[in-house]
């Protein structure tokens, strides 16, 4: 069933039933299904936002020459992408409404295919049939045949898998779509969470040959930054694709508040909180790896991110069960694509507390 005839159902309904079960644990509920930053947001951040709350006025939808430079400064400073300018960055208001509605606003629709990973956020096909076109999941250049994609989505880091695409199939991707004329939207919002690989951006002249033509990029500062709530990302690249957005947003009113304009700039050019928080994750990762494969899991990719990537080798519902019962909730790897039905993605972004809570449950199996 489709919701209104156009869009997928939103999976995590789906999980009602395991959550309501997993409250009822003693201890109560210990929630890694969703990867909410549960962390406080950090000081330089909130005094920028109460720095600049008095904001009588309209932004404009392009945003603010610091806010856009901000954005060019970290991408140099953490990340190695040169060339880009003022006219090549828009920020958003988080990252999953450009996401939603990326084909729509570049104009993509009926008779257009649109290609994402074949394990990938669902947003992905929501934007596909939302503008109207065909959507198909494949990890394979060679599954089109004759078709070329108008736009293909890549994501590395992954979400679920946590996997990190080598530079060389970067190269080969940026190659093929500028080779065919498909717009190739590459998904970083996990670019600073990396644990046992080192991420590129898709926009490094390493990968893009020192040219934006044909590519974005896109960055989010919830999981960076612990600004979930705030709604702050931002798309960067080629500057003829970031400007037919900006004509679309312009008349859609899609503009990012000038105070989180001004608390995304703190956060941008602050590093110090980005690596506390890296080593508050890279501990609650390790715990729960070893708590999960000491109780029988297995865990693939996963070496960026915010997720473990588990199996036991079972229909994925069933050790979705399986944690339920134990009062651990648990995302199913079918919400990804039907190559994760034997899979579960479990985040590390809940409090020390919980998840040496899970720790502790995932120990008493083997007791």
């Known amino acids: 069933m489709r919701v209104s005839g156009r869009l997928p159902d939103f999976p995590w309904d789906a999980l009602v039933e395991h959550a309501e079960r997993a409250r009822a644990h003693p201890d109560g509920i210990v929630d890694l299904s969703i990867g909410t930053p549960v962390d406080p947001t950090p000081a330089v951040v909130q005094d920028a936002l109460r720095a600049a709350a008095d904001s009588p006025g309209y932004p404009l939808t392009i945003g603010t020459q610091a806010t856009r430079q901000a954005c060019i400064d970290w991408l140099s400073r953490r990340h190695g992408v040169t060339g880009l300018g003022l006219d090549g960055v828009l920020p958003l208001i988080g990252s999953k409404e450009l996401v ?41 250049l060679t599954s089109f045949g004759p078709e070329t994609p108008a736009l293909l989505w890549i994501n590395s880091p992954s979400n679920p898998t946590g996997r990190v695409l080598p530079p060389e199939h970067l190269r080969k991707v940026v190659d093929w779509c500028r080779e065919r004329g498909t717009v190739l939207v590459s998904d970083e919002c996990y670019l600073e969470c990396a644990w046992d690989a080192t991420p590129m951006s898709v926009l490094h002249p390493d990968i893009s040959g020192g040219s934006h033509e044909g590519i974005l990029a896109v960055h989010s500062l919830s999981k960076r930054s612990n600004l979930a709530g705030y709604r702050c990302a931002f798309v960067a690249g080629d500057p003829a694709l970031v400007g037919e957005l900006l004509a679309v947003r312009k008349n859609l009113g899609l503009i990012m508040p000038g105070p989180q304009q001004a608390a995304m700039v703190a956060a941008l050019d602050d590093d110090a909180h980005v690596v506390e928080q890296h080593a508050r994750y890279a501990a609650r990762r390790a715990k729960l790896r070893e708590a999960l494969e000491t109780a029988g899991f297995r865990v693939d990719h996963s070496e960026a991110s915010l997720y473990l990537w588990c199996s036991r080798d079972e229909d994925c519902w069933a050790t979705v069960s399986w944690l339920a019962e ?4 648990a995302a199913p790897g079918s919400f990804y694509g039907a190559a994760g039905s034997q899979h579960v993605r479990v985040a590390f972004t809940a409090t020390d507390e919980r998840v040496d809570a899970a720790v502790a449950r995932l120990a008493s199996v083997i007791e």
């Open 100 to 140: 939603a509605t990326l084909p729509l606003q570049l104009g993509v629709g009926p008779g257009d295919l649109v290609a994402w990973p074949e394990l990938a956020y669902p947003t992905y096909e929501v934007g596909a049939a939302l503008a109207g076109a065909r959507g198909v999941a494949t990890d394979s």
């Open 326 to 329: 134990r009062g651990i909730l």
